[in-house]
């Protein structure tokens, strides 16, 4: 598909990094003998501070940057409460306010007392946003056939099955909750033709910016707002009919280079709408604070894009969930050459892992999974305003009580149980009324309200659902199914704890032989039943 823009509508590289602040708020000077130290292993920005008006203003300062805060137990109560501040780290080389703090603050990462054990939390929380932060993901292809995919949890998967879920939860033709600022800076993105999509889209810097960094940060709220118009987006993207080879410069972080090296033969997916020139004399640039790559990717009929005329240049722009393979990185002059190849390895991977957990939930619709995806990403907050969304949302047809139950999940991994119970409980209702009564299914609700009740400490109880969801599992599912290995694994925890050592062993292996009839190969649940 081409389409035809004007020379004022020339797309622009922008570098980009995420910055990670490390503030060290110490009043006491408790931590001097290390701050030599911490600035020489931390890459990011260390700034400190004794005085705590002069901490307060600068955190109030700080916009879309990442803050890590330092501080000793005794201050907590002063800084934890402002929203700039991703990470606690509580130093206390005393050692002695453990029994007294509580972790319901999020925020908190824990209390250490010694110095390497503070800078290796601090390097792993790094690590992790700066993986949530790249404009890459990655998936091991090999033998992943073999491998049952249910329980895989990364964004690649997540990019893989979002175009699907847009289309679903777009399925109504009704513009609804866009936010007012979107609204303010895009008056006509309710009243547009659909084929324009992708004109307006490269013809608004910002509106690229803000859809790509959403991308990025898998910020369902944003998204979800921008679905109709993301979904004409999409629809107007069509796979390509000829081989040809497409340049992309980017500048990347040390951590992002390093991450498609360790990756190389591997497949990559970019985070957002890539776009490419086919003119590979436009792409030379350079950068002086992060590594300049170019990306020469090589199209054929596994390529979905949009032919675009930018200016005096053909510029492609890829479907969101495109999937290369990485074939070479090379040096070259003051830049890096990775060759990609496209492929449809993404489109099989993703279809595997809604077979794998169809497998195991029957007849889950796509939103449903996508929902399960992210709670099992540990993204409990982003799980639950997707459900919130799905459930409030009466212009399509959603299983309810499984949003219901999706909603109990998020609020369980949260620790706020009597929430999930809440959920958990309308779901259990919703199945028991509903025409036929949907027995096998709420086994699955059964176990989780189990699972809340362990934790609380109301064992017996908890025995009770779990009895309950193991009957119901052993009536309605294969002998080696997966669910029944987790009401064997959790009844056998209950054994343990009142000190029925033969029964909870018998239940444990018990579990484990069904889980490695089902997975064959080693399997996170399997971990979990040998611990």
């Not at 449809?344 to 007849?363: C, L, M, S, V």
């Not at 996508?370 to 919130?388: A, H, P, T």
């Amino acid at each position: 598909m081409e389409n035809k823009m004007n020379g004022n509508e020339q797309q622009t590289d922008i570098e980009d990094e995420e910055n990670i602040i490390i503030i060290c708020f110490d009043p006491n000077n408790e931590f001097n003998d290390h701050i030599e130290d911490l600035k020489l292993q931390i890459n990011d920005s260390v700034i400190f501070y004794s005085e705590l008006e002069l901490c307060i203003n600068f955190i109030k300062s700080i916009e879309d940057t990442t803050i890590f805060l330092i501080i000793s137990p005794s201050s907590i109560s002063q800084l934890n409460n402002f929203n700039q501040i991703k990470n606690i780290f509580l130093f206390d080389i005393s050692n002695n306010s453990n029994e007294c703090l509580s972790f319901e603050d999020s925020k908190i990462i824990g209390i250490f007392d010694k110095f390497d054990l503070l800078l290796t939390a601090i390097k792993k929380q790094i690590n992790l946003i700066e993986k949530k932060m790249s404009r890459c993901c990655f998936f091991d292809q090999i033998q992943y056939e073999n491998k049952d995919l249910s329980k895989q949890s990364d964004s690649f998967l997540w990019h893989q099955l979002f175009p699907d879920v847009l289309l679903h939860l777009s399925s109504d033709q009704q513009f609804e909750n866009v936010d007012q600022s979107i609204l303010q800076q895009f008056p006509w993105i309710n009243d547009y033709e659909p084929n324009e999509a992708v004109r307006l889209f490269m013809k608004y810097p910002s509106l690229r910016e803000l859809i790509n960094k959403a991308l990025k940060n898998e910020d369902i709220k944003q998204l979800y707002m921008l679905r109709y118009f993301l979904r004409d987006l999409i629809q107007n993207l069509q796979f390509g009919k000829e081989n040809r080879i497409v340049y992309r410069t980017m500048f990347i972080s040390r951590s992002e280079f390093n991450q498609i090296q360790e990756h190389n033969g591997k497949l990559i997916m970019m985070k957002e709408f890539l776009t490419a020139n086919t003119d590979r004399s436009s792409c030379h640039a350079s950068s002086t604070k992060q590594i300049t790559v170019l990306f020469e990717i090589e199209l054929n009929k596994n390529s979905i894009f949009a032919d675009l005329e930018l200016s005096d240049q053909e510029t492609i722009l890829f479907n969101l969930n495109s999937t290369f393979r990485i074939d070479n990185i090379q040096p070259h002059d003051q830049l890096w050459i990775i060759k990609l190849i496209s492929v449809n390895d993404g489109q099989i991977i993703k279809q595997k892992y809604i077979d794998d957990t169809r497998r195991q939930f029957e007849d889950l619709s796509i939103s449903i999974i996508f929902g399960k995806l992210i709670c099992d990403m540990s993204q409990w907050n982003q799980s639950q305003i997707y459900f919130e969304y799905l459930l409030n949302n009466r212009s399509h047809t959603e299983d309810l009580a499984r949003v219901e139950h999706g909603l109990g999940q998020a609020y369980h991994w949260k620790g706020e149980w009597n929430q999930s119970r809440i959920y958990y409980d309308r779901s259990y209702e919703r199945m028991m009324k509903n025409e036929p009564v949907r027995i096998k299914d709420s086994a699955v609700i059964l176990s989780d309200i189990g699972e809340i009740l362990y934790l609380q400490g109301q064992t017996e109880e908890s025995f009770n659902f779990h009895t309950k969801a193991l009957a119901i599992r052993m009536k309605y599912c294969s002998p080696y199914h997966p669910h029944i290995a987790i009401s064997l694994h959790n009844i056998g925890l209950i054994f343990r704890i009142r000190r029925q050592d033969d029964e909870a062993l018998v239940f444990s292996q018990q579990a484990i032989l069904i889980q490695e009839k089902y997975y064959d190969l080693f399997h996170v649940d399997i971990g979990t039943s040998l611990t």
